[in-house]
């Protein structure tokens, strides 16, 4: 990003383990998914899986864009964390026990789930970390398809035009 210094800054963002389900460029449809202009039948899971894995794409790329800036950009996934996005989930008969039971017993606390997060933002030691994904206070492997320049570019380009950071393409 021209013109832009910064003595440091950091850009934490949180993504999911679930953005490691896709496994192939071909499943993601960034142009139309972005516009909420689904052509293909998706489930609530596989659109949770997809933005996940734009979170990343995301974080890589706005890495590229800061490269000598002072500013770092890390992803990280906060684990199972017992907040109120469940309750949706639990009306559902059997469905709902299991998540309720599930969450009640397994997930983290919003204090426990926020560590990570916190830790990236104000670890001295993690000052001129940048491009890592992290779970649980540690580094973490990141998906093959996170790593996709050509993919990352084209979120970020389609980003831009859909906030009007970059003109609509004009067609003839």
């Known amino acids: 990003m021209p013109g832009l210094q910064a003595a440091c800054g950091r850009v934490v963002t949180l993504s999911s383990v679930g953005h490691t389900w896709i496994k192939d460029a071909k499943d993601l449809d960034l142009e139309n998914d972005l516009k909420f202009q689904y052509t293909r039948p998706l489930r609530t899971l596989e659109i949770y899986t997809a933005t996940k894995l734009m979170n990343v794409l995301f974080t890589n790329e706005l890495h590229r864009k800061l490269q000598g800036t002072g500013v770092t950009a890390n992803c990280l996934q906060p684990g199972v964390v017992n907040t109120d996005i469940f309750n949706p989930m639990t009306s559902r008969v059997w469905y709902g ?9 397994y997930a983290k606390s919003i204090a426990e789930g926020a560590q990570t997060s916190i830790l990236l933002a104000a670890s001295e030691t993690l000052e001129k970390v940048s491009v ?3 779970d649980n206070c540690k580094e973490a492997e990141c998906s093959s398809l996170a790593w996709d320049e050509g993919l990352a570019k084209k979120l970020w380009e389609i980003s831009e035009r859909l906030v009007q950071l970059q ?4 067609t003839i």
Do not use: L
């Open 167 to 170: 003109p609509e393409e004009q």
């Open 132 to 134: 890592k994904y992290f």
């Open 97 to 105: 026990i299991f998540i309720k039971i599930y969450v009640r017993f």
